[in-house]
Nanobody, 124 residues
Framework: HVQLVESGGGAVQAGGSLRLSCATL????????MAWFRQALGKEREGVAT???????SYADSVKGRFTISKDNAGKTLYLQMNSLKPEDTAIYYC???????????????????WGQGTQVTVS
């Protein structure tokens, strides 16, 4: 079974930075096709950034220019570099992977089969 484990969350002042990591345990055919989601209090889970099999990235408009999604060379760890953080970025952040490459690059939580436990990011 595939397990995703996020880390790196915490509390930061507005304008600060955090780097989230997502370690992948086990095997998934979508190891190189992953995404970051977040869920703020009282809101639905939303896509933040995706990275596809070619390494191409896409971002939600709300984070474009501030966040960067990346993965290590072996595809073992997914990252989300978060700069110029705003209070609106406060949420639980989740890494996710689809079951197959057919679902790569999608933006709905239902398109993703594997999820981490989430890591809290609080921006004040």
């Amino acid at each position: 079974h595939v397990q995703l484990v996020e880390s790196g969350g915490g509390a930061v002042q507005a304008g600060g930075s955090l780097r989230l990591s997502c370690a992948t345990l086990g095997y998934t055919s979508s190891r190189y096709c992953m995404a970051w989601f977040r869920q703020a209090l009282g809101k639905e889970r939303e896509g933040v950034a995706t990275i596809d099999l070619n390494g191409s990235t896409s971002y939600a408009d709300s984070v474009k220019g501030r966040f960067t999604i990346s993965k290590d060379n072996a595809g073992k760890t997914l990252y989300l570099q978060m700069n110029s953080l705003k209070p609106e970025d406060t949420a639980i952040y989740y890494c996710a992977a689809p079951q197959t490459i057919l679902n790569c690059g999608r933006w709905l939580p239902s398109d993703y089969a594997y999820w981490g436990q989430g890591t809290q990011v609080t921006v004040s």
